[in-house]
């Protein structure tokens, strides 16, 4: 399998969704560009391989890292928190996520609550998320700008505020508890939410081309005006996620276009690929 496997986008409809990725009602919030899930996998939609699901196609037997998407939230989402490894396996989850957020667009006054305040007590949060009350007071307010990369330790309590539009690196996992939902009727989970709860350091937001790198993956930014090459990794496999602009990808001879939030699977292996064009890429490696 030695060509860019473009894939199918996975779209999930949420009661704070927007209009940016599509039209429709109830609001999508949320679009899927490397997904290898139950119920939840991508598809290929070129070349020889087309139709295929990706796990299909590589063969793939074991639990795979990663999970990429973008999110447009119009409303603010519940304030929750996602286990690390450790707190996933006491609790019997799928296993621990830590995630990056790289920020597309975000309307005047858009923010993210991320980490707690310096002085706030850790003991006294989880307090208040087993009484069912707001943690917000707890919790920084950080305005965002365009450009911006904020990375997410599991563990740390955090939420995306209306109006912006992010595109999320993560671990392959779906694992979400919600400690407070603004009085909407969805099911809470205080008590996991506490126990999965930590005082974690929360570093400025990045805006050089290294986004985010940790032990799960490595996110770069990848800009290309005119044209510029990639090569394959032969230990491992690279993703692609066009953030902006439009570009085509090329591997002997053969041309692929590309628009935006569309996602490029590179097989592990040897081969040199050409991305011609004007975009912003996220290209992320385990």
């Not at 119920?39 to 070129?46: A, E, K, L, P």
């Not at 929360?202 to 993956?217: D, G, K």
């Amino acid at each position: 399998m030695k060509y860019p496997l473009i894939l199918s986008h996975i779209y999930k409809e949420r009661v704070w969704g927007g209009d940016r990725l599509r039209k429709t009602e109830p609001p999508t919030g949320e679009d899927w560009v490397l997904s290898v899930r139950d119920g939840d996998n991508s598809v290929i939609t070129n070349g020889e391989y087309a139709g295929m699901m990706l796990s299909e196609a590589l063969d793939i037997q074991e639990k795979f890292p990663l999970l990429i998407k973008f999110i447009d939230s119009k409303e603010n989402l519940s304030i929750q928190v996602h286990p690390d490894d450790k707190a996933a396996a006491l609790m019997g989850g799928e296993g621990g996520k830590s995630e990056m957020w790289y920020i597309i667009d975000a309307l005047p006054g858009s923010y993210i609550y991320l980490g707690m305040k310096d002085e706030a007590d850790i003991e006294e949060l989880r307090n208040t998320v087993l009484c069912g009350d707001d943690p917000t007071p707890y919790l920084k307010k950080i305005p965002v700008s365009v450009g911006e990369c904020y990375y997410i330790p599991a563990g740390t309590p955090h939420a995306i505020g209306g109006g912006n539009f992010i595109c999320e690196v993560q671990q392959n996992c779906d694992t979400t508890f919600r400690m407070y939902d603004y009085g909407r009727q969805r099911e809470l989970h205080l008590r996991e939410a506490a126990m999965a709860l930590k005082k974690t350091v929360i570093h400025a937001p990045t805006t050089s081309n290294l986004l985010a790198e940790c032990e799960y993956f490595r996110a770069e930014l990848f800009e290309v005006e005119g044209s510029a090459e990639i090569s394959a990794k032969n230990d491992g496999f690279i993703s692609l996620t066009l953030v902006a602009g439009e570009a085509s990808i090329c591997q002997d001879g053969v041309m692929y276009p590309l628009q935006e939030r569309d996602s490029v699977y590179i097989p592990a292996g040897e081969e040199k690929y050409l991305l011609s064009g004007n975009a912003k890429l996220i290209k992320t490696t385990i």
